[in-house]
């Protein structure tokens, strides 16, 4: 099974951008607890990270036929994006939708997500935790 996972903007902050909020591991221990995870599974994963919106849409279309599996943090695209949710819709690829923190609990503009309206599951505010039961339910529901 393949799996892509995507972050959006400012994941790459990580341990920088608001520590009090989101912690102090970097983006590079969520990548390398994500790959461990994903080989202690048996699945293949490709984690991705941009701040550009359009970037993102290539990678979700990219996906078509070669990835069996969508695990996404959008970051605040969640909130803004038609065109992330469209390219989403345009794949039909299963796609979980994971938040570091509990975005239902924080500003009033971050409780509606775009990525809900396709995204079959959504986690929030599991930390790094939340990318793995992400990758679990996908395998759980569709390994072949």
């Known amino acids: 099974m393949k799996i892509l996972v995507v972050n959006g903007p400012n994941l790459n902050m990580l341990g920088i951008r608001e520590p009090d909020l989101y912690g102090k591991?970097?983006?590079?221990?969520?990548?390398?607890?994500?790959?461990?995870?994903?080989?202690?599974?048996?699945?293949?994963?490709?984690?991705?990270?941009?701040?550009?919106?359009?970037?993102i849409v290539t990678w979700i279309q990219n996906a078509y036929k070669n990835c069996d599996g969508?695990?996404?943090?959008?970051?605040?695209?969640?909130?803004?994006?038609?065109?992330i949710l469209d390219a989403l819709k345009s794949v039909g690829i299963p796609t979980?939708?994971?938040?570091?923190?509990?975005?239902?609990?924080?500003?009033?503009f971050r409780k509606f997500s775009y990525i809900s309206l396709y995204a079959e599951k959504v986690i929030v505010g599991k930390g790094f935790d939340g990318y793995t039961e992400a990758i679990d339910y996908l395998v759980e529901t569709y390994q072949r």
């Open 25 to 55: 591991k970097d983006y590079k221990a969520l990548i390398e607890f994500i790959e461990s995870h994903a080989k202690k599974t048996g699945v293949e994963v490709s984690c991705l990270q941009s701040n550009y919106e359009g970037e």
């Open 70 to 83: 969508i695990v996404i943090n959008a970051g605040a695209y969640t909130h803004t994006s038609v065109a």
């Open 96 to 108: 979980v939708e994971v938040h570091l923190t509990d975005i239902y609990t924080r500003d009033e």
